[in-house]
């Protein structure tokens, strides 16, 4: 398989060439995305890059590190790629770790693989509290409206992709910036596309990154908030009726219904000063037991829905000698 490598370039002219030195042979051609650089990134690489590998891409206007992958994959698609693995040129990401991201996608055991640096413990010994609050909270938040539950660290751009999946999404529509990993997570799932979680250290080098938790927090929850629920219609609704549809909307009915009649119930009885029987306060508090055992069980039943058989198996070209 032709193996491409795509490189966000802003504001890293100190470490890119050091990132193009380092990607391996096994790789066909590198994408060099110039995101409007007011380095002049794109014209740095081309100046005083040796590798005959790379092609710099330019966008117009700064996108995002979203707009340029997304450069960089229209790129790759119409280059005949089969593989695009994205590192960013901060030398953050260890160019050596790509055979790791690529073998699932060569095995067929996976359209998408990302890293994870919270795999093993001394993987984020090195990483700040704050950020590492922030990341696991955010890996809760995607793991709810992105229905991968079994991945960590969606924030994590060290990624690889089939491009036959690629292809089938809607790459315009992406988020641009920094919601950009987490909307191609959501994406991928309404496709029922397989994703790997790759273990990996946390590198720092002396850039920081841009991504201020404390910031793009309540704007995460927003969109987290809206992908979970276009994501409950179109998985329990609208593609398919199953039994966690009807757990999902027999809990809320119940603990809707309960929690309305106790409240009523326990105005009354506060105005009148007359207590409640034991029968009107059951009557309130069973539809809310059974609607949060039904609430539960949909939850179960969504943790154990995950994607398991890639989708690159049926949609990727047969070999030219099996067509």
């Not at 770790?97 to 919270?118: C, H, I, M, S, W």
């Not at 994590?156 to 999946?165: E, K, L």
């Not at 994703?195 to 927090?217: F, H, R, T, W």
């Not at 009807?246 to 929690?259: H, I, K, N, R």
Request: proline share 6%; charged share 20%.
């Amino acid at each position: 398989m032709r193996i491409a490598v795509a490189i966000p370039c802003y504001k890293v002219t100190q470490h890119v060439l050091g990132v193009i030195a380092a990607i391996g042979p096994e790789v066909h051609t590198i994408y060099a995305v110039d995101d409007a650089c007011p380095e002049g990134s794109g014209r740095f690489i081309g100046a005083h890059n040796q590798d005959s590998r790379v092609k710099v891409l330019f966008n117009p206007e700064n996108r995002g590190v979203g707009g340029a992958i997304v450069t960089a994959y229209k790129a790759a698609i119409a280059d005949g790629m089969d593989i695009v693995v994205k590192i960013d040129g901060d030398g953050q990401m260890n160019p050596t770790l790509l055979p790791q991201f690529v073998r699932p996608l060569l095995r067929g055991e996976a359209d998408y693989t990302k890293g994870n640096r919270f795999f093993r413990p001394e993987s984020v010994q090195g990483m700040p509290p704050v950020r590492l609050f922030g990341n696991a909270v955010l890996s809760f938040m995607t793991k709810l409206s992105c229905g991968y539950w079994n991945i960590m660290d969606p924030t994590n751009g060290y990624t690889a992709a089939r491009t036959c999946v690629l292809a089938e999404l809607p790459l315009e529509r992406l988020e641009k910036r920094y919601f950009f990993e987490t909307d191609m997570l959501f994406r991928l799932n309404t496709l029922r596309a397989v994703v790997k979680d790759i273990p990996m250290d946390s590198v720092y080098a002396d850039e920081e990154s841009n991504l201020q938790i404390g910031i793009v927090l309540p704007e995460f929850l927003r969109k987290h908030a809206a992908r979970l629920w276009r994501r409950y219609v179109y998985n329990y609704l609208v593609r398919d009726f199953n039994v966690g549809s009807l757990y999902s909307l027999f809990g809320t009915l119940l603990v809707l219904s309960g929690s309305v009649f106790g409240s009523v119930h326990w105005l009354n009885s506060t105005n009148s000063n007359h207590p409640a029987t034991s029968g009107t306060v059951m009557l309130a508090a069973l539809p809310i037991m059974i609607g949060i055992q039904c609430l539960i069980a949909f939850l179960h039943y969504d943790v154990s829905n995950i994607p398991t058989e890639p989708l690159s198996r049926s949609i990727s070209k047969p070999p030219a000698d099996e067509s």
